[in-house]
T-cell receptor, first 109, second 115 residues
Framework: RKEVEQDPGPFNVPEGATVAFNCTYS??????FFWYRQDCRKEPKLLMS???SGNEDGRFTAQLNRASQYISLLIRDSKLSDSATYLC??????????FGAGTRLFVKA | GAGVSQSPSNKVTEKGKDVELRCDPI?????LYWYRQSLGQGLEFLIY????????KSGLPSDRFSAERTGGSVSTLTIQRTQQEDSAVYLC?????????????FGPGTRLTVL
């Protein structure tokens, strides 16, 4: 089993839709989680951190469920510019960073 | 300010040759990571440097891969006797986090093609 798993998608949604991604992790000792965004043939960039209490930034909400070992990303009112690959990231023991394979999102007019 | 830079941006080499990839992190960032991303895949952790501490090499796929970081700044990833399966984009990231758990800033990557 991979340490961090994501549904690869693609998710095809119309503009204005709400879309949610989940990411599961296998190591219960994982300490920190993040969502990164990666545009086609570009480097990843931090979208938001994930806290146990939840984290909201505009149209984006990230949550962590330690009991079930998953994190989620919710995008409301999707924009065309949200089309990208969303990478779930976890830090296990030590400094090793584990990236999920990514979930592809296409937002269409 | 300047971000993370990597060179070369593209490298085509023949199977069996050695290659060196360079990363210049953001000034003042103590943490530096190397990753590999194959087409359509996620990022594969290779190695982590933090200041002058011994690096975490747990992600290096074989002894053909090595990396060093001189003076706590510039890093070089070396692949010896390249194989076709080494073809990928190699990404470098740096972070100001002393714990290694903070935001990482990525360079544009080096696209390596082994013929």
């Amino acid at each position: 089993r991979k340490e961090v798993e994501q549904d690869p998608g693609p998710f095809n949604v119309p503009e204005g839709a709400t879309v949610a991604f989940n990411c599961t992790y296998s190591n219960s000792a994982s300490q920190s989680f993040f969502w990164y965004r990666q545009d086609c043939r570009k480097e990843p960039k931090l979208l938001m951190s994930v806290y146990s209490s939840g984290n909201e930034d505009g149209r984006f909400t990230a949550q962590l469920n330690r009991a079930s070992q998953y994190i989620s990303l919710l995008i409301r009112d999707s924009k065309l510019s949200d089309s990208a690959t969303y990478l779930c990231v976890g830090h296990t023991g030590g400094f090793k960073t584990i990236f999920g394979a990514g979930t592809r999102l296409f937002v269409k007019a | 300010g300047a971000g993370v830079s990597q060179s070369p941006s593209n490298k085509v080499t023949e199977k069996g040759k050695d290659v060196e990839l360079r990363c210049d992190p953001i000034s003042g960032h103590t943490a530096l990571y190397w990753y590999r991303q194959s087409l359509g895949q996620g990022l594969e952790f290779l190695i982590y440097f933090q200041g002058n501490s011994a690096p975490d090499k747990s992600g290096l796929p074989s002894d053909r891969f090595s990396a060093e970081r001189t003076g706590g700044s510039v890093s070089t990833l070396t692949i010896q006797r390249t194989q076709q399966e080494d073809s990928a984009v190699y990404l470098c990231a740096s972070s100001s986090s002393l714990s290694g758990l903070g935001e990482q800033f990525f360079g544009p990557g080096t696209r390596l093609t082994v013929l």
